[in-house]
């Protein structure tokens, strides 16, 4: 079976290789096809897969290309994993929303926007060379803003494209745990858009542990999110959001810390990854070696910012082991072997939600099978997060047509819309500032 993984020099391509080599069954994946289109990253990359396949029989084989369509051509899954603009847009993304006064983080608020108005048409592009290339091939979406992407692919793929993230798996997990339940059999009640979304309800053995954990202040506030966004709050909500929402409901103290910081997430990123490829490509450097160390540092640094607001501490040390590699083998197993599992994915509503529309990308549980991912029926979501809910998935749309005309008044659109950005003119200031530093914003006209 063939598994191509675009953005295939990106820094987190070894997780999920290192996943891919602890399959043993039959249907497992033996080709793996790295695309990118920068040489260096890719060359890199394989150098970290080749140590860890050493040793390891039976190991999936590796190419590596910079022509798209040789990497998508008899692919089986495509993993979607572009960053358009690199780590540089990303920190340029942030740095002119703060100016602004606004959020800049890469999903959320003005960065979101620029961001998806960058991805969006690439994403579109990719969509239709799969249809062409690789019909039968299921495409699994990595890439940020993962709904608001996924959504654009989906109008040319239709169910075929899957968005995956491992904030919902990751929440549930801590939830379970400080209940004393084993996360696997765990159902999660949660329900939102991408970045965006609500435990209502956890159920071990049929049982619905959520009440319990609201109503014990000590056990509410041990974990994650109880110390993100404090126990008043959760009980207030009478729900866990997932930790994204803190941009929302703290967004000026979010604001705040990152404008104080030394560097924004994506600078910090930025730096750091390119410290990682010039030490890889050293003569004599142990990639492996670099590599885990790298990786590290950058998960025990993840919305540091939130945590030092909130006075959450450090992470615990069960957070710092990532996730979405085995969300994404756990879906294309379940397809490719028809292994039926229940899975939170980002897919079209169907009926799912009856504020939304059809074609809407929401993220809710699925159940998965070799026929892809069927969203699960959910409880209606409550008036404060149905609100939220509308108005950024307004956004999004408002995303995808600008990107579809070129319109840059739908783009001003689209950011003066958001919950988070709070005047038409800053609105009209961001698509200023993004389209002089982004050259891939050029056909907003």
Sequence with gaps: MKLTILGGGGFRVPLVYGALMTDRAEGRVTEVVLHDLDAGRLSAVARVLAEQAAGVPDAPAVTATTDLDEALTGADFVF????????????????????????????????????????????????????????????????????????????????????????????GRRIARVLGGNPKEAWIDYVGLNHLGWVRGLHIAGRDELPRLLADPDLLGSFEEGKLFGVEWLQSLGAIPNEYLHYYYFNREAVRAYQQAEKTRGAFLRDQQAHFYEAVAAPGSKALDVWDRTRAEREATYMAENRETAGAGERDADDLSGGYEKVALALMRAIARDERTTLILNVRNRDTLAVLDGDAVIEVPCL???????????????????????????????????AESGSRTTAVKAFALHPLVDSVNVARRLVEGYTEVHPGLAYLK
């Design 80 to 171: 979607s994993a572009i960053r358009v603009g690199g780590l540089e847009g990303r920190a340029n993304d942030e740095r002119v929303a703060l100016a602004e006064g606004v959020l800049g983080q890469e999903t959320v608020g003005a960065g979101g926007i620029a961001y998806g108005l960058r991805t969006v048409p690439v994403a579109v592009d990719i969509a239709r060379r799969v249809a062409r290339l690789a019909p039968d091939a299921w495409v699994i979406n990595f890439t940020n803003p993962a709904g608001l992407v996924t959504e654009a692919m989906s109008r040319h793929l239709g169910d075929r494209v899957i968005g995956i993230c491992d904030s919902p798996v990751g929440l």
């Design 368 to 402: 998965v099978d070799a026929n892809g991912a069927h969203p699960v029926t959910v409880n209606p979501l409550p008036d404060h997060a149905t609100g939220l809910v509308c108005a950024v998935k307004a956004v999004e749309r408002e995303v995808l047509a600008a």
